[in-house]
């Protein structure tokens, strides 16, 4: 799977878990630049998207990852 | 909505929510709104939304308290003016073997580990008779799941310094608590945790990265289970079986295969998962479940059927049978019409997807399960939890018997041609007075069971109703009531809060199945009687229209009461003055052996 391929499928996780179809997701995107992006629906958020590309985030990549782009990084060595 | 039923799928669940919510929201359905406090000791946001759709899913609205984060004991053992004031209809406390703090270790001397296991049990005990004393409602405790690590392996659940061991003996001492006390609940973590997986319910990542007590997949399985006990609280149970008899009760298709030739009992492997299902079915009717037939079939076909020698149910078990080759869901809103039920009150079971999209369709609110392989019946059934037992009373046991009463009176009505002369052929005796201890557990169950015959719709728990009875600020009556064919038990409740010379109706119900019985008449003279005892001139009727109550929108008119007020929403209010020379209105029923 390309690096876009991971971000379309990617934005369809996002935009079904904030049930907004209007986000769209980059590399450098953070929390703050999603609305409604917290810590309780960053669970949602990390169970949704290892059920979407059928991974396992350990807890030290959970910790790490910093923006959009290091989640596609680590879902990259994964599949 | 369909993704909420069991079996369903958990990941959906939790990416979906928010629009879940959204849709749910949509539908136009009359809530009936509970506030619920949930007080956790590990973190409960999730299950809160979860457990929020699935409500939702019942046709209960909540509004929710939440504890701050692990705060469970805190924010009930000291003063909270935020909790007073949010006055929950139920608390929940979700704690996990996280939480305790006695859990025994290899230094420990037996005394220790007793002195730690009372101690552990008081904490919560305190707690629970705090809650009692404060907040007077209902509590739903999560009881523990196993430790997910036995570092003595098996001998954990024998020696007395062993965790499986100490879990099961609290576990116990929570259940004893729950046999002796009202308005108390556990659910069943340990049991429900078996059944996912413990590994992978315990999975403690969650509690690591998150301080979820259980893993974020696994909430679903426990909201829906904890929003199970809530609607059986709320009088939100099913409380009939719509069966379907080819490929589901039986192998086989009986009207081309023959009765010698369908798959019952213990000849074959097929005949005996069919038998196993059967007796699960039956055992139903110890709880008070209504069985039903619905099948596409000749009539004799489907009695030579139960009348199969291995048949563990027979004919007799069901209240209807309805076997034709009329549209199902045109049998099923009959058979709930006939039996004074709501078709939403049914399950239908039928292995046929195409029958179970018909019903889904056309009966909406009928639960419709997807039962998949017939090894896969009892546990769909079983898990998705229709019937939850939050009380169980005598009469659940002879509801089946009761259903049945009421057919041949149903029967006999028909072979009279005057209706006067069928209820006095009933012989009906009713006993009308204030509550009494014994029926306490009845009176709170019908005023959460009853939604047609409700004026008012409120609910009450054990402990109001046990409060209302010992107050001598209310008039409050039960009606039990007798006839030839049998004892229909309690089935009407009435009661008022007195005002002065003013008695005001806070509630009025009635079982539909004792209908146009004169039963409501009797009530009636029997209130009016107390009043005139207590010095009462008027009484104040009150009805709240609900999709459901729309039978008794001028019930008060009928009673002899007038009108006073009607609002936009259709709530009315009604007067009666009460004279020295009423007539009583009853003519059928010889009430208190009078």
Known sequence: MSREEIFDKLNEVFRDVFDDDSITVKDETTAADVDGWDSHMHISLIDAVEEEFEIRFDMKTVVKMKNVGEMVDEIEKQI | ?594
């Not at chain 2, 009539?299 to 076997?323: R, Y």
Request: charged share 25%; glycine share 6%; aromatic share 12%.
């Open chain 2, 1 to 594: 909505m369909h993704e909420l039923e069991y079996p369903f799928d958990s990941q959906y669940i939790i990416k979906k929510k928010r629009s879940i919510k959204r849709t749910l929201l949509e539908r136009d359905i009359k809530y009936v709104e509970k506030k619920i406090a949930v007080l956790g000791g590990s973190t409960t946001h999730d299950i809160i939304q979860v457990l929020e759709l699935f409500l939702l899913n019942t046709g209960i609205k909540p509004t929710f308290y939440e504890s701050e984060y692990a705060k469970y004991w805190e924010d009930v053992m000291f003063d909270n003016p935020e909790l007073k004031e949010f006055s929950p209809d139920l608390i929940y406390i979700h704690t996990g073997n996280r939480n305790l703090n006695h859990l025994p270790t290899l230094q420990m001397s037996k005394e220790d580990v007793e002195a730690g296991l009372r101690a552990d049990y008081e904490h919560f005990r305190v707690l629970w008779e705090k809650i009692g004393d404060t907040y007077h409602c209902p509590v739903i405790q999560n009881n523990f799941e196993f430790p997910y690590y036995r570092l003595l392996g098996n001998a954990e659940a024998t020696e007395y310094r062993g965790s499986v061991r100490y879990i099961n003996r609290l576990n116990e001492m929570f259940a004893e608590y729950a046999q002796t006390h009202q308005d108390f609940y556990i659910q069943d973590i340990q049991y429900l945790s078996a059944c996912y997986g413990l590994d992978k319910w315990a999975d403690s990542h969650y509690w690591h990265m998150y301080k979820y007590a259980l893993a974020v997949d696994a909430i679903p399985t426990l909201s829906y289970n904890l929003a199970n006990i809530m609607k059986s609280l709320f009088g939100k149970n099913k409380k009939a079986f719509a069966l379907d008899l080819d490929n589901t009760l039986w192998g086989g298709i009986i009207g081309d295969d023959g009765v010698e030739n369908i798959e019952i009992g213990p000849e074959t492997s097929m005949g005996q998962v069919y038998a196993e299902f059967q007796s699960y079915i039956k055992k139903h009717k110890d709880l008070g479940v209504i069985l039903n037939v619905c099948s596409k079939n000749e009539k004799e076909n489907a009695i030579a059927g139960l009348e199969h020698p291995d048949s563990i149910l027979k004919p007799d078990d069901f209240i209807l049978i309805k076997a034709n080759w009329e549209p199902k869901s045109q049998n099923l809103v009959e058979a709930a019409k006939q039996l004074d039920l709501l078709p939403e009150s049914f399950v239908f079971v039928d292995d046929n997807p195409a029958e179970r999209e018909i019903i889904r369709a056309q009966v909406p609110g009928t639960a419709v399960p997807e039962i998949g392989s017939v090894e896969d019946y009892i546990r769909v059934l079983d898990h998705a939890g229709y019937f939850e037992v939050t009380t169980l009373s005598e009469d659940d046991a002879k509801r089946n018997e009761m259903y049945k009463q009421n057919v041949q009176r149903t029967e006999l009505a028909q072979s009279f041609g005057d209706y006067g002369e069928y209820l006095r052929s009933l012989e009906m005796k009713g006993t009308i007075e204030g509550f009494i201890p014994i029926y306490l557990e009845r009176i709170a169950q019908l005023s959460n069971k009853s939604n047609q015959f409700n004026l008012t719709t409120r609910r009450y728990t054990r402990t109001e109703i046990e409060e209302i009875a010992g107050d001598n600020a209310y008039i409050d009556l039960y009606g039990k009531l007798e006839d030839k064919f049998g004892d229909n038990g309690v089935v009407s409740v009435v009661i008022g809060h007195k005002d002065g010379e003013t008695l005001h109706m806070d509630l009025w119900i009635m079982s539909c199945r004792v209908l146009k019985r004169d039963m409501e008449f009797a009530m009636m003279d029997e209130l009016v009687a107390k009043s005139q005892a207590a010095g009462i001139k008027t009484i104040r009727g009150y009805y709240y229209p609900t999709a459901k109550n729309h039978m008794v929108e001028n019930f008060y008119a009928q009673m002899g009461f007038t009108k006073v007020s009607e609002d936009a929403e259709g709530n009315t209010e009604w007067e009666f003055k009460v004279e020295a020379d009423y007539q009583k209105q009853n003519q059928w029923i010889e009430v208190n052996g009078k």
